[in-house]
């Protein structure tokens, strides 16, 4: 099986396989944004403060993901590179290598960042019911990160060999035990824990997926088989792990801490405006997962063919990745217009919540296009193992130049809250052409492993 994808992708028909990748992984993004919008939904029939909660803490949760997230973008694109060489030895030897050191990684950052959550959350200007509830969201949340990162080796694993099918099966089947579990969990006429409830639903899914697939990958399940030999911590390769995955995982980081500092800069407009902004981003996520999808399945052709050393096939799979991210935005962008105003008022019933949020997600339509293209290049530069390059686009994008565009607007214009949302266009056409710039200049056809 797998050297029937290794073939597909290494000589098949490019518009053809870029779908065939997407495609699971679109539907993939599609049941965990629609665990995302379900989920807020249930909490926002507990309150806007209880709304507002979950997604201030989410850029940290997130933060504390993109470190897993990261160094397994440096596993799949070293799989995927073995694979292309026909190196299957490498590429086996680096998916156990990534399983083990992912597996302690979890551990460690889900101690450290449950003990000093309430630091960071008072750091961060969050008091009263607002305080209360992202804390409680934020630690079991935690609790529940090691099965994460579990679920990223696994995942990474398989899509560098190209198959995006099992991860994709596996996540639907969470995400039922999510949603399953959250009104239970949640409301009074289950459990009644509240935002509490949310944070336990999501954790024990997760937690009982990576238990299956330890016992599936033990038993040779999954098309995979790792024995406690391979577990055994080999110093070469997670050096090359943490070579790549460093930089992915600092860019990533990175940009989850300016979505975070955003987060602050949101809610200094007042908790109605942070409502809006968590509601928006939550349906905005709808729109971005064909984008998304077509972006890592280009990492896997990218990783592969670099492999194999064809580089031609490699640029006209970018091609092919942004020609396809354009007709996708446009689509979704059309669909949006036509419904943007009552998405909102499903969520909120104030009035200032929907108008501020209808808004804002007017703007993201007139950044799809340009968010296509910064998912394909980075795509593009993780699938070929150019991790710091993908890096200094993500923190580039936040730290030099939304968040000062943001400060600047908000303190010298009358813009008042729509100087976030105009920031977020400006800085995505400022990105997306130091990224050509990048493209152009050719540095990522050397190959990294």
Known sequence: MDEKKRDMILNGKLGTIIIKLAFPIMLNNLIQTVYNITDTYFVSQLGDTEVAATGFVWNLIFLVISIGMGLSVAGRSMISQ?????????????????????????????????????????????????????????????????????????????????????????????????????????????????????????????????????????????????????????????????????????????????????????????????????????????????????????????????????????????????????????????????????????FSDNPIVIEQGTFFLYMIILALPLMGIFQSMIGLYQGTGHTKFSSIMMIGRLWILRIPMIVIMKNFTDFGERSVWYAIILSNIVICTVGLIGYLQGFWKKKTV
């Not at 090691?146 to 991860?167: C, E, H, I, Q, W």
């Not at 809006?276 to 939550?282: D, E, F, K, L, Q």
Request: glycine share 12%; hydrophobic share 55%; net charge positive.
């Open 82 to 346: 073995y694979v292309g060489a026909h190196d299957e030895e490498s590429a086996r030897h680096t998916e156990a290598q990534l399983f083990s050191f992912l597996s302690l990684l979890g551990m460690a950052v889900s101690i450290i960042f449950y003990i000093i959550a309430p630091f960071i959350i008072k750091l961060m200007g969050a008091e009263g019911d607002l305080y209360t509830y992202s804390l409680v969201y934020m630690r079991i949340i935690m609790l529940g990160m090691p099965f994460s990162y579990l679920y990223f080796a696994f995942s990474s694993a398989k899509n560098a060999r190209g198959d995006m099918v099992t991860p994709m099966i596996i996540g639907a089947v969470s995400v039922v035990i999510n949603v399953a579990l959250d009104p239970v969990c949640i409301f009074d006429w289950g459990f009644g824990w509240g935002v509490a409830g949310a944070a336990i639903a999501t954790t024990f899914a997760r937690s009982i997926i990576a238990i299956a697939v330890i016992i599936g990958v033990s038993m040779g399940k999954f098309g995979m088989k790792l024995s406690i030999s391979d577990l055994r911590f080999d110093k070469i390769i997670i050096g090359k792990i943490l070579k790549l995955g460093i930089p992915a995982s600092v860019g990533q980081a990175t940009a989850a801490i300016g979505f975070t500092i955003m987060m602050v800069m949101v809610k200094s407009f007042g908790e109605l405006t942070l409502a809006a902004y968590v509601i928006g981003s939550r349906v905005n996520s709808v729109v971005l997962m064909p984008l998304m999808g077509i972006g890592w399945g280009l990492t896997t052709i990218a990783g592969q063919n670099l492999g194999a050393g064809n580089i031609n096939r490699v640029k006209s799979a970018f091609k092919w990745s942004i020609g396809y991210s354009m007709i996708f935005a446009v689509v979704g962008g059309v669909i949006m217009a036509l419904t943007t105003e009552g998405i909102m008022e499903i």
